[in-house]
């Protein structure tokens, strides 16, 4: 093979179809998924994210709108992995439930198990919820879709409700992917207190969204970051 003779082994462990040629010709010990693995998945690439939602957003100004309000992620945007957390044993046996749960998401919806997938992350800032966020995206192969909540509803008030559901509807549209919906404390607190009814239609909205929302039927694995432990059961969400 002309490549290896001339000290291109390096080029094959690139290469998936060199890697794949060598591998079935015994060509020394290259291997095509390990080829996969050094060379990357274009579904990971921000060209592909941007192929993808162009279309959507070009239907309407509803997605348009949706678009504007979210930050979006490439996986292999991200720079650092799982690997490089400090993660409990019991969060890294979530991290793999999920994987094997995307990997079988025909399997769980013939089987009805719909109730997975809907996470929060408990922190005060700085203690890692976006960054686990962010190398969920690259560790699950996942585009990530980041909303702040009270940028939303302090510039669109009025919109509001409309706009949670345009978001959602977005993810939808965009998956497998995750949402990632920040500051959910906000929820918490803008349904206890004595705000006006479009902000507390708009919480209504949000929880219904969430409720509705299915990683198994959906291909959208929610994930709330919450700063508070006690607002933790008002949303219904696992924490993480």
Do not use: W
């Amino acid at each position: 093979m002309v490549c290896k003779e001339r000290g291109g082994k390096g080029s094959i462990e690139k290469n998936p179809a060199l890697a794949l040629y060598a591998e079935k010709n015994n060509l020394g010990t290259f291997s095509y998924q390990d080829a996969l693995k050094n060379t990357g998945r274009f579904e990971d690439s921000v060209e592909y994210i941007e192929a993808k939602i162009a279309p959507i957003v070009a239907e309407s100004e509803e997605m348009r709108n949706a678009r504007d309000l979210i930050i979006i992620y490439a996986p292999d945007e991200m720079e650092f992995s799982i690997d490089n957390l400090v993660c409990t044993s019991g969060q890294k046996d979530t991290i793999k439930k999920i994987d094997v749960a995307l990997k079988n998401r025909d399997f769980l919806r013939d089987h009805r198990v719909y109730e997975f997938g809907k996470l929060l992350f408990v922190g005060p800032p700085g203690t890692g919820k976006t960054s686990l966020a962010l190398a969920l995206s690259r560790e699950l192969h996942m585009p990530l879709l980041e909303v702040r909540l009270a940028m939303i509803t302090s510039q669109y008030l009025g919109e509001t409700s409309k706009n949670i559901d345009r978001i959602f509807e977005l993810a939808r549209r965009l998956s497998p992917c995750i949402l990632f919906i920040d500051e959910f404390d906000f929820v918490a607190k803008s349904r206890l207190t004595d705000d006006n009814a479009a902000m507390k239609r708009a919480v209504n909205m949000l929880l219904k969204n969430i409720d509705m929302v299915s990683f198994v039927k959906n291909g959208v694995l929610l994930i709330g970051g919450n700063q508070s432990p006690g607002t933790a059961g008002r949303s219904g969400m696992a924490a993480l």
